[in-house]
């Protein structure tokens, strides 16, 4: 049996040598963050029931080892819930990737508690950055240090992963400092994990994607967040969030595609204009529990990919970034 | 040691009679079967309670649909034949590559290598090699295969990949069971005329079967539920497409295309739905899961009925 097998093997390995070029050109390659991948999934589900001939691979492996894989020249597409940072510019630069940042969605981050928490109907960003701020680590321990009248309760607190694209936007929106907070949170990964933290325990504060609250609506209780002291309190929800009222824990979501790509395969160029068709962009979003962007945007994001524009029209992760601030970023490569 | 204290030893010695010894050792080989017992048992709870919660979620959304379908945005409509034939094309590859070089090895470690210290060293490693934490595979394949060598995140490079985790099971287990085979053998075979290498594929070989086999099995139910390196070649999680098909109507009629294309794997599968927000998933993921187990259960049954066919051939 051995020998047989063994040369078998090696008959094998040889075999693999032809490699199959035309396969790669009716591949399109999509990777990146875990929080655009059911957008982008539900895109390529749609797309491949209308095109069956044009296969679309989807990664998850978050956003910046999607942007790595990309810079590389390995993806065609890449996912991101923050806009692309400096430091990735540079690598795909130097690479010679040009890519065209397309908006696809909006998220608003959602604080929630348990059901039984009558107090905390509202709380202003201000708040917020007391509970979540670095100097808060080992002080702000109980409800009623966040603001007088609050019942005497322990503040117990969950969060997302600290290398999640959301934990960058919030701290961003309400420490005020990327990446910054205290650390005696329960942070994971899976927001599974923190929907089950909160729904369980009647002191508990936590953070999320919209979505994951939706699914999650008979078990915990959305905060309406007032942007300032004297802002009136608005509640998430996926129009609060389209018409911009929703501030500051609205953010973009991305795709990012890459250019030559898009002018050479003509399977990705379809594909993208599949994304950014109107009634996709606004019927498929919604399904997957993300906020579709308004109509005027949409087409505009359209003509940017028609004209091939390529670069970013962020440095690093903006706050309070409203659709029409979207539109009017300038775009640099 | 004074003369008093003599003296006492030997009247504790006298003190225990010989019965009394017997019960002493009936005693502690009691408490050490109830001890094995305990740990069996709740081991036992434990493996079928898990076994049975995934069935009360699963059971019911495995049907015909579900192993037919493509993944989905929506749970009810989503399934896993991308997984389920990535999972066994993978291992379809895995088992080509490591049994054979594993057995090879093997043999060639324990029949022909000198005893020196090179090979101490070889020996050495690949008894380490087995407990090395799989996620070290993964970067191994992902600097070599994947960026080195250009080989794309294809079948092959996951089968390829895994076949490098198991490898040290199987040479280990090749090993044991050459090593296992009476004395005799060898030396009637060497009686009849026969060289080293008749002796080895005629007779050596043959005998140890069952139990490179039980190696090969350990080792391929390792390799069906690992996710860390597949995942960190960049194994993708949305493929609704299979791989081209191995047999074609022109000539030659067989192609290997199926090596180099994209693919998912069912844990992989499972981790994605587990972390989505919709409750449907998470009934998918535990549907995923048995149909893994189910899976690992058949190959493994496979196998212990090919060691049961040959056992009863040699004898």
Redesign the interface.
């Known amino acids: ?3 047989k ?2 040369i ?2 090696i008959a ?2 040889a ?2 040598l ?3 070029a035309a ?1 790669a050109q009716t ?1 399109v ?1 999509a ?1 990146g963050s ?1 929080t655009v ?2 957008v ?3 895109m ?2 749609e797309f ?1 029931k209308a095109n069956p001939d044009i ?7 978050g956003t910046g080892g999607g942007f790595k ?1 990309f810079c590389r020249g390995e993806t065609d597409i890449s996912n991101a819930s923050r806009p692309i940072k400096a430091e990735e510019q540079k690598v795909c630069k130097e690479a010679g990737i040009e890519y065209i940042e397309l908006p696809v969605a909006l998220d608003a981050l959602t604080v929630i508690v348990h059901p039984s928490n009558t107090w905390a109907e509202q709380l202003t960003v201000a708040e917020l950055k007391k509970i979540w701020e670095p100097e808060a680590q080992g002080k702000i321990t109980n409800w009623n240090q966040v603001r007088a009248g609050f019942p005497d309760k322990p503040l117990v607190l969950f969060g997302a992963g600290i290398d999640s694209g959301t934990y960058d936007y919030f701290t961003a929106a309400t420490v005020g400092k990327e990446h910054s907070s205290r650390g005696d949170f329960t942070a994971s990964e ?3 994990v923190l ?1 089950q933290g909160v729904a369980g325990d009647p002191n508990a504060l936590g953070f999320f994607g919209l ?2 609250f ?3 609506a008979d078990k915990l209780k959305a905060v309406k967040i007032k942007a300032k002291d004297d802002a009136p309190a608005v509640e998430p929800t996926v129009e609060n969030a389209r018409s911009g009222k929703y501030q500051p824990l609205s953010r973009p979501i991305f795709i990012y595609v890459n250019k030559k790509s898009a002018t050479e395969k003509p399977a990705v160029a379809k594909f993208v204009e599949f994304y950014l068709n109107t009634k996709n962009a606004i019927e ?1 979003v919604k ?3 993300y906020v579709p962007l308004p109509e005027n945007a949409i087409e505009a994001f359209k003509q940017r990919f028609a004209n091939r524009e390529i670069g970013t029209g962020f440095t690093g992760s903006k706050i309070g970034v409203s659709v029409d601030d979207l539109l009017k970023e300038q775009l640099v490569y | 040691m004074t003369e008093q204290a003599i003296v006492t030893q030997e009247a504790q010695a006298r003190a225990l009679s010989d019965d009394e010894i017997v019960r002493k050792a009936h005693r502690s080989e009691t408490r050490f079967a109830l001890i094995g017992l305990t740990v069996l048992i709740v081991t036992m709870i434990v493996l079928m309670a898990l076994i049975v919660d995934f069935a009360i979620d699963g059971m019911a959304r495995i049907d015909r649909d579900f192993l037919t379908s493509f993944p989905s945005r929506r749970p009810g409509e989503a399934g896993i034949l991308s997984a389920w034939v990535g999972t066994a094309l993978v291992i379809l590859v895995t088992a080509a590559m490591a049994v054979p070089l594993g057995v090879a090895a093997g043999l060639y470690l324990e029949e022909y290598a000198r005893t020196n210290w090179i090979t101490d060293l070889i020996e050495i490693n690949v008894s380490n090699l087995a407990g090395v934490p799989s996620i070290i595979y993964g970067l191994l394949a992902l600097g070599l295969f994947v960026q080195t060598f250009q080989l794309g995140q294809t079948i092959f490079v996951a089968g390829l990949t895994l076949a490098l985790l198991i490898l040290p099971i199987i040479i280990v287990a090749t090993r044991e069971a050459v090593r296992s085979i009476p004395l005799e053998i060898r030396e009637a075979a060497y009686g009849l005329g026969a060289d080293k290498w008749q002796t080895v594929s005629g007779y050596i070989l043959p005998a140890a079967r069952p139990g490179i086999l039980t190696g090969a099995i350990v080792g391929m139910s390792r390799a069906i539920g690992e996710t860390a390196p597949i995942i960190t070649i960049g194994a993708l999680t949305f493929i609704a497409f299979l791989p081209p098909s191995p047999i074609q109507s022109t000539f030659p009629y067989v192609n290997a295309d199926w090596l180099n294309s994209p693919f998912t794997v069912l844990p992989i599968q499972m981790f994605n739905w587990i972390s989505r927000p919709q409750a449907g998933f998470h009934v998918n993921a535990a549907a995923t899961g048995l149909i893994l187990l189910a899976m690992t259960l058949l190959m493994n049954g496979l196998a212990i009925w090919l060691r049961y066919k040959i056992r009863k051939g040699i004898r």
């Not at chain 1, 296969?55 to 492996?61: A, D, L, R």
Request: hydrophobic fraction near 40%; glycine fraction near 8%.
């Open positions: 049996m051995s020998f097998a063994f078998g093997g094998f390995s075999s693999l032809t490699v199959n396969m591949i390659a990777d875990s991948f059911p982008t999934e539900a390529a589900e491949q296969k679309i691979t989807v990664g998850m492996s894989k899976d927001d599974n929907v979505a994951y939706e699914h999650n498929l399904e997957v529990g």
